[in-house]
Nanobody
């Protein structure tokens, strides 16, 4: 059974940092991508970053590029999203999802539960 477990959210002041993690289990190989999405209240879900586990290819949305860094530890089947210089508009529920590629506009096959990130002074 494929499972994704996201964690690491919290309350942080503007300019602060958080590191989210997504623990994946049940996959037959590392030939898949882990995507991070966020959803703010009243807004559509947005794909913010993605990494393909076996190649290390990464994707960042324009709004987070230069502030967020995605990385992985294939041995531990864990993906991290380091979020620096956080802004109030980064607030939302962050989800990790698994798919065949980093085309974040397309459907994801598996979803984890969300973790709340709140950026506020």
């Amino acid at each position: 059974e494929v499972q994704l477990q996201a964690s690491g959210g919290g309350l942080v002041q503007p300019g602060g940092s958080l590191r989210l993690s997504c623990a994946a289990s049940g996959f037959a190989s590392d030939g898949y991508a882990i995507r991070w999405y966020r959803q703010a209240p009243g807004k559509e879900r947005q794909g913010v970053s993605c990494i393909i586990l076996n190649t290390g290819f990464t994707y960042y949305s324009h709004s987070v590029k230069g502030r967020f860094t995605i990385s992985r530890d294939n041995a531990k089947s864990t993906v991290w999203l380091q979020m620096n210089n956080l802004r109030p508009e980064d607030t939302g529920v962050y989800f990790c999802a698994a798919a065949d590629d980093c085309a974040v506009e397309g459907p994801s096959e598996y979803w984890g539960q969300g973790t709340q990130v709140t950026v506020s002074s």
